[in-house]
């Protein structure tokens, strides 16, 4: 078998095989929580993470499932700071705040510049805000934002993977120079930037998913990327599913995700954490789990290799 299936993968495919969208309010974002991360500083802090109900991304990603929880249009003025104020009255106080709107957050399509005034009032008391965007969309919106806001902007950017057949075959419509640009941009604007890379993607074994993982690490830091986020690859957007049908996708195990986090915290060129979500999905055995998580949790707030973990299931 080939290691890329005959047919093409682009919009039409990938939204064909989708299953139905959760209801969100417009008027309130869909989830919020609070978690500790390690500041650039060496602080381990709670941060708040608002899940905003906004308008879908305009590119669909092959691994995305972030549609589920979107609304069919494109939000009004003044929307995005209700929901922000919304959660801000409902959640404990933190001193750093991702705003995270399933897209880019300079998409005018998704938060309207009109708003960024509203909601740069509504974050005084921040020490850092982090948003989310697509190269596409980082170009002076993002400095003017920046220049609203009293605390440090920072952008967070989906490089997935640097194997070039693999990122093209995820329907993201970016290359690695468009990356490394946006980085650059921001960079010399001192703007603080952080990647999301996928742990084996589609189209890769197991091995194969640790070693492009590394040289996505190894990448992002060479462009001037301050922290990475490993994202081990999950099915249930309904087109992985279907390549898990086919044998083009497997979701990585948590011991690969343990190997690739080891190499990033050994680089000791930038913050590396694991992404948890859901992570009791990517082991199979009942005994270790919790060793695991617990193992995967220290070394994203303590940022140095922890004590492996000895599990019969290894051999």
Known sequence: MSRFPGFEIDDKWILSHRGKK???DPLKPYAWLTE???SA???IEEVLTIFLSNRECPFHCLM???WKNTTDYSVTENTIPKQIEWALTHSPSTKHLKLYNSGSFFDRKAIPEQDYGKIAS???SFETVIVESHPGFIDKRCLRFRDMLKPELQVAIGLETVHPEVLQKLNKRMSLEDFEISVKFL???EIPSRAFILLRPPFLSEPEGIYWANRSLDFAFST???CCIIIPTRAGNGALDLLNDKNYFSPPDIQSLEKVIEYGIEL?????FSDLWDIDLFSSCDKCIDQRRSRLVKMNLYQKKIAPVKCNCEY
């Open 22 to 24: 959760n209801p969100v």
């Open 36 to 38: 500790k991360e390690r």
């Open 41 to 43: 500083s060496g602080r």
């Open 64 to 66: 995305c499932d972030l």
């Open 122 to 124: 509504l974050l005084d």
């Open 187 to 189: 960079n010399q604007h």
């Open 224 to 226: 001037g990327i301050e």
């Open 268 to 272: 000791n060129a930038g913050r590396v």
